[in-house]
């Protein structure tokens, strides 16, 4: 299964220390092929650096998204970005709010390949043409 | 100017499947998938230099997580570990 992992899963996923509402989540990862939408490269480098790791530990970040197909910006994936926040508008869904843009990307790169989005974030819930794991 | 290679690309480049046709790894980078400067070579317009759509072929061979316990960071510390999730919900 194609599986679009939001930056909370993902970011999960690196620890055992983990919160435990997301062990559940993470189990559910092997045996599919993981895709990683931009903003959440974006976010978990900037976490890094906020963080402070270090280099080997910024390496070893990379190295696990590495692990998984980043979506690319490709000019279908604008469209259905735009596509999804219209129809979010229409019905009044949260994703239409710019304060959840990033989630907005997640959710349309995970529709733009068909793929379902997996996270514990309850903002994607009734998302139009989106499948949650 | 002529741009035959990916405006940006980085690391691997075009790699021969078993089908014979050679075509850009898929994991890694936005960057590696890049090959709209091939196909625009009138130059950065519009949106002439995003990168290709993947191929559902591609997409399907998308490598698969064998187990979750590949992504771990084994040594990170607790400190370090909050710092980074404090961040992301910051």
Request: charged share 20%.
């Given at each position: 299964?194609?599986?679009?992992?939001?930056?909370?899963?993902?970011?999960?996923?690196?620890?055992r220390r983990?919160?435990?509402?997301?062990?559940?989540?993470?189990?559910?990862?092997?045996?599919?092929?993981?895709?990683?939408?931009?903003?959440?490269?974006?976010?978990?480098?900037?976490?890094?650096?906020?963080?402070?790791?270090?280099?080997?530990?910024?390496?070893?970040?990379?190295?696990?998204?590495?692990?998984?197909?980043?979506?690319?910006?490709?000019?279908?994936?604008?469209?259905?970005?735009?596509?999804?926040?219209?129809?979010?508008?229409?019905?009044?869904?949260?994703?239409?709010?710019?304060?959840?843009?990033?989630?907005?990307?997640?959710?349309?790169?995970?529709?733009?390949?068909?793929?379902?989005?997996?996270?514990?974030?309850q903002v994607?819930?009734?998302?139009?043409?989106?499948?949650?794991? | 100017?002529?741009?035959?290679?990916?405006?940006?690309?980085?690391?691997?480049?075009?790699?021969?499947?078993?089908?014979?046709?050679?075509?850009?790894?898929?994991?890694?980078?936005?960057?590696?998938?890049?090959?709209?400067?091939?196909?625009?070579?009138?130059?950065?317009?519009?949106?002439?230099?995003?990168?290709?759509?993947?191929?559902?072929?591609e997409l399907?061979?998308?490598?698969?997580?064998?187990?979750?316990?590949?992504?771990?960071?084994?040594?990170?510390?607790?400190?370090?570990?909050?710092?980074?999730?404090?961040?992301?919900?910051?």
């Amino acid at each position: 299964m194609r599986l679009v992992v939001d930056t909370g899963v993902f970011s999960a996923s690196l620890s055992r220390r983990r919160p435990m509402v997301y062990d559940r989540l993470v189990a559910r990862l092997a045996g599919n092929q993981l895709f990683l939408a931009s903003p959440t490269v974006a976010e978990l480098r900037y976490g890094a650096l906020v963080a402070q790791w270090a280099k080997p530990r910024r390496d070893r970040l990379e190295a696990a998204m590495a692990v998984t197909t980043v979506v690319p910006v490709t000019d279908s994936l604008l469209s259905a970005v735009a596509e999804l926040r219209f129809a979010c508008r229409r019905i009044g869904h949260p994703l239409a709010s710019s304060a959840h843009s990033s989630d907005l990307w997640i959710a349309g790169s995970a529709v733009s390949i068909r793929a379902t989005l997996i996270t514990g974030d309850q903002v994607f819930s009734d998302t139009p043409g989106l499948s949650l794991a | 100017m002529p741009q035959s290679q990916p405006a940006c690309a980085a690391g691997s480049g075009p790699s021969t499947r078993p089908s014979g046709l050679a075509i850009t790894e898929v994991s890694g980078s936005v960057a590696e998938v890049s090959q709209a400067a091939s196909h625009h070579p009138e130059g950065p317009r519009g949106d002439g230099l995003l990168p290709r759509e993947l191929t559902e072929a591609e997409l399907d061979d998308a490598p698969v997580l064998e187990s979750a316990d590949t992504l771990l960071i084994d040594d990170l510390t607790a400190e370090e570990y909050e710092s980074f999730m404090a961040a992301l919900s910051s």
